[in-house]
Structure formats: C-alpha cells, structure tokens
C-alpha cells in the first residue's frame, strides 16, 4: 500500500534559533589595548611633549642661611600632532530581501554586526602594519643575535623579558607593563618548560594569559589573534593572521591617558558633534540606517575618524625572530 515519505510530510526550512557565521571574537584584537582611545573634540590637533632629560636631571643643592635656593626648568620638545582620518563602510539591504527574508534572519541586526567587524579588521591591520615590526621602537632585540630562541634548547624568556624590562626602565625611568605575542609565539611560550614549572602548582593547573603575565611580571599578557582573509572576493577562502610575525612587542601603556606621563602610544578618536541632535552632544563612531530609494534599500552604514599614533617611541622594545 503506498504510503508518505519523509519528503512529502516535510519541507526543509531554516531553523529559527540557530545560524552559521565566522568572525574574530572581540578579544582577538589588541590594536587599541596597546594603544588606548584618546577621545577627542577636534578632528586634529597637538599634545605638548617635554623633554625627557631636564626632569631626571639631579638639580637640588643645600642651600645656606640666608641664600637663594637653586633653581632651573624644563623645555618643551616639538608638539606631537593628529589628524583623525575618516574611515567608512555600508551594507545594502534590498527591500525584497527584508520582504522575503525567513524568521532566523535579521536583516539589520547582521549588517550592524558585519560593518562593525570591517572597522575592527581595519584598526588592527593599521596597528600591525605601522607598529608591530623593526625600526619603529627604542631598542630592537632579535633572536638568535640578542638571545637564544624560545623554542630552542637554551631558551630562557622569563630571563630575557626581566632583562628586556631593564632595557626600558633604563630608557623612561618607568617600567614595562603590557606584552604582546603573535599566536606563534604564544603556541610556544605556553608551553615553554620553564614556565609551565613555575605555574604548576596554581589552582588550575593550566597556562592562561594571566597567569602568563604573572610570570613574566607584566599587567597585561596580550595576544594579537585575530585572522582575515587573504583571497580576494570569489576565490578559494585564505584565511591568515593579521600578526603573523614570530615576534613580540614588550612596553608601557598608561591605563588612561594622563597628563605629564609617557605611553607607547594612543588612538586618537574625534567625537564629532552629532547633526541633528542635541547641542554639546558628539558621537566617537556611528552606524546609521537610512532609506536609499533610487536603489529601492536601506544602507547600514558605519563611518569613525580615528588616528592610531606612535606617541613615545622609548616606550617599547620589539623583539623580532622569537621562534624559529
């Protein structure tokens, strides 16, 4: 007797509750961890630098009865400047698409998320690009010159990085606070032996970027994972890491931005007055919705005026050739 097959008592439909998508997660990338957000209310400006060597200088005499006490100052060296380039980025949704769309889809909600991910690939390849390599820092160390590589038989990076930190303080009288690691070092520095020794006995047991900071003396133990793709739209995916170097980048960064301190470096962030809206109100970044009739669709479209600025170069030692 013939009878209904699966097919025919059900038709295929999405699911409502569950969606496949690829990104980085938020704490992949550290391009303004190691360069905090200064934000500002003009879309360039200057910040005073003074020169270093006048506020370590040994200055203070005994002073006799009855004379003068000893006195000096301080220069200012040439401003540092920024300009707060725009970057933007939209996504079209068609009205038919939003007409015919299934439940599990939110059309809007996904460009949000979509065009928000753009401006975070965006920052940390900029970062990378202008700041994680040789050249750029105070003292540049390099393994297998500097120092034995840390996947070698004679590694030793807890000691290297004590000394590294030395190197620094030597340089702005404050010490190191914040590491950074491409994956490929992390891969090996987590596994190190010597490391592993020292935090075998924790309550977990197992190697965690803080407990890894605590072993090399730092605040901050960060890793620059974040991936991106490499191909171009319609070919074969080629996916890579944006810091894909075998390096390491070892300086100190204010928590916040303060007055008369040093910091590797800022991202400068113009919130600009916001049109349409109340008065004395200003906006760090915007992702707006509007109607585009002549393409029948609604643009999400992200727009930020940023400037990520090497600000104390003395504030960092890079560390090139870490691992074979």
Request: charged content about 25%; glycine content about 8%.
């Amino acid at each position: 007797m013939p009878q209904p097959t699966g097919s025919d008592l059900h038709i295929d439909q999405y699911l409502s509750g569950l969606s496949i998508a690829y990104m980085n997660e938020p704490t992949s990338y550290i391009a303004d961890q190691v360069f905090p957000v200064v934000y500002t209310d003009k879309q360039s400006d200057k910040y005073p630098i003074y020169e270093k060597d006048y506020w370590f200088r040994d200055e203070a005499q005994k002073r006799a009865v009855l004379t003068e006490s000893s006195g000096g100052g301080y220069e200012l060296a040439t401003p540092g400047s920024f300009y707060c380039d725009e970057y933007g980025y939209h996504k079209d949704i068609p009205d038919q698409d939003s007409w015919n769309a299934d439940e599990i889809f939110d059309l809007e909600d996904e460009a949000v998320e979509f065009v928000t991910e753009k401006f975070r690939l965006r920052r940390e390849r900029d970062w990378a690009a202008k700041y994680f390599a040789t050249g750029i820092w105070g003292i540049d160390r390099t393994g297998g010159a500097n120092f034995d590589v840390w996947d070698g038989s004679s590694a030793a990076p807890i000691t290297d990085i004590e000394a590294f930190k030395t190197l620094v303080k030597e340089q702005i009288g404050l010490t190191p606070n914040t590491l950074v690691v491409s994956e490929k070092v992390h891969s090996i520095l987590k596994n190190d032996a010597t490391i592993v020794d020292r935090i075998k006995y924790t309550q977990t047991g197992i190697v965690t970027e803080q407990l890894l900071a605590m072993a090399f003396g730092v605040k901050r133990y960060l890793v620059a994972s974040a991936v991106y793709a490499t191909n171009k739209e319609g070919d074969t995916d080629a996916l890579d890491f944006i810091v894909n170097e075998r390096c390491a980048l070892l300086c100190y960064v204010q928590p916040r931005p303060a007055k008369r301190r040093p910091s590797a470096g800022y991202t400068f962030r113009w919130r600009r007055p916001m049109i349409g809206g109340r008065e004395g109100r200003r906006l760090e970044s915007t992702v707006r919705r509007f109607r585009m009739e002549n393409l029948q669709a609604t643009r999400i479209e992200g727009g930020v005026f940023e400037d990520l600025k090497l600000v104390a170069s003395d504030c960092g030692l890079f560390i090139s050739n870490a691992v074979t």
